[in-house]
């Protein structure tokens, strides 16, 4: 399965997809986090790696990308990046760092002033998405760039589940609105999950978005909070997470 996490800034989208792995991993499942966000630098700490090379200068660079693109536009033909379909384990090592059972792929990172916008990123992440093949024990965890850019870049084409990570705020009680929408017309299965809510907020948020496609609700965790603070790899049992990771396992989210 192929899962893409969304939500907004600050959410926790990094935080659940880097949970999500360890634990299926732990079970004994592949999993390739596939780092779609420009702008996030931790995710990699807190899965235990080192930030691989872009997985973009496989393609010549953002500068050879935008160029084959736009001449296949002007031809009238869609851009094809990949020659023919790969496995997780068909990924070229440099571009891969691996813990156990993860494997992490890094689209594409902004690094310098003035280089301009990150929408190659997001292109080549649809084509890599949809070019990846997945066996019954893989599984492929999509960490988004905050909002919903990613929709209009067509990224959930290749998915099979979209998982919106919602903290306890106005704004992300609206944007799962548009999210729900988007899924919906996109045909793709929409769970939220709550993250940092407990008590009165809990209510509040249920209130809000209602219960039908909350999957899990995970509440405020310090310990969570002083590792990713510090940058450390996670290692935290959280009940929520293990039910989720239930779920996708039995297929009874799917």
């Known amino acids: 399965m192929k899962i893409l996490v969304c939500g907004k800034g600050g959410s926790g989208k990094s935080t659940v997809t880097a949970l999500l792995a360890k634990s299926m991993a732990d079970k004994g499942y592949n999993v ?95 084509h890599f998405l949809k070019n990846i093949s997945t066996g019954s024990r893989d599984f492929v965890l999509v960490d988004t760039e905050a909002g919903v850019e990613h929709f209009g870049r067509g990224v959930e084409e290749g998915c099979d589940l979209i998982l919106m990570v919602l903290d306890p705020s106005y704004e992300s ?25 407990d008590g009165n907020g809990r209510t509040a948020m249920l209130g809000a978005v209602g219960e039908e496609r909350v999957l899990s609700i995970i509440p405020p965790s310090d310990e969570l909070f002083q590792a990713g603070l510090a940058g450390r790899e996670f290692d935290v049992f959280l009940p929520e997470i293990e039910f989720i990771v239930g779920s996708l396992i039995s297929g009874e989210s799917s």
């Open 32 to 126: 390739l986090v596939v780092d779609s966000d420009e702008s996030n630098f931790g995710l990699h700490r807190q899965l235990g790696l080192e930030l691989p090379e872009d997985f973009m200068n496989f393609l010549g660079g953002k500068k050879n990308l935008i160029e084959k693109m736009m001449g296949a536009m002007k031809k009238g033909e869609k851009p094809e990046l990949f020659e023919e379909n790969w496995n997780i384990a068909d990924i070229p090592g440099l571009y891969v760092a691996t813990n156990g059972n993860i494997r992490m792929v890094s689209v594409g990172k902004i690094h310098d002033f003035g280089e301009g916008c990150a929408c190659p990123m997001g292109a080549l992440a649809k």
């Open 173 to 197: 009680i609206r944007l799962s609105e548009k999210v729900a929408e988007l899924c919906d017309k996109a045909g793709k299965k929409l769970h939220f999950i709550f993250n940092k809510v």
